[in-house]
């Protein structure tokens, strides 16, 4: 799956990112990146933003698995395969987020 077809997918969930209340970023490495703004209603989600409350380093691969339920959020930061830095708690609420 490509960025920009994790990012429709983003889009079309958007409303479940309802209550963030934060800037959160993916940053998948060289040079991609896809921005989750919480701050606003409905939450925007883009591949340009300003600096994060939380940025979450992880594959594109191991994101889509996040999405599909095939990767547990804990199981992810434990094994190394999801880092995050800055707000840890914005990263809780988000893995709750995304687990469907």
Same mark, same amino acid.
């Given at each position: 799956? #490509?960025? $920009?077809?994790?990012? +429709?997918?983003?889009?079309?969930?958007?409303?479940? !990112?309802?209550?963030?209340? +934060?800037?959160?970023?993916?940053? !998948?490495? &060289?040079?991609? +990146?896809?921005?989750?703004?919480?701050? #606003?209603?409905?939450? &925007?989600?883009?591949?340009?933003?300003?600096?994060?409350? =939380? =940025?979450? #380093?992880?594959?594109?691969?191991?994101?889509?698995?996040?999405?599909?339920?095939?990767?547990?959020? #804990?199981?992810? !930061?434990?094994?190394?395969?999801?880092?995050?830095?800055?707000?840890?708690?914005? &990263? *809780?609420?988000? &893995?709750? *987020?995304?687990? $469907?």
């Amino acid at each position: 799956m #490509t960025l $920009d077809q994790v990012e +429709a997918q983003m889009r079309a969930r958007a409303i479940n !990112f309802t209550g963030l209340g +934060a800037l959160v970023k993916f940053d !998948f490495g &060289a040079g991609q +990146a896809l921005f989750i703004n919480g701050r #606003t209603t409905p939450p &925007a989600i883009s591949q340009e933003g300003d600096t994060p409350d =939380t =940025t979450l #380093t992880i594959s594109l691969e191991n994101l889509v698995k996040l999405a599909e339920g095939k990767l547990a959020p #804990t199981l992810a !930061f434990m094994t190394g395969k999801l880092k995050v830095s800055g707000n840890m708690g914005v &990263a *809780m609420k988000l &893995a709750n *987020m995304l687990e $469907d």
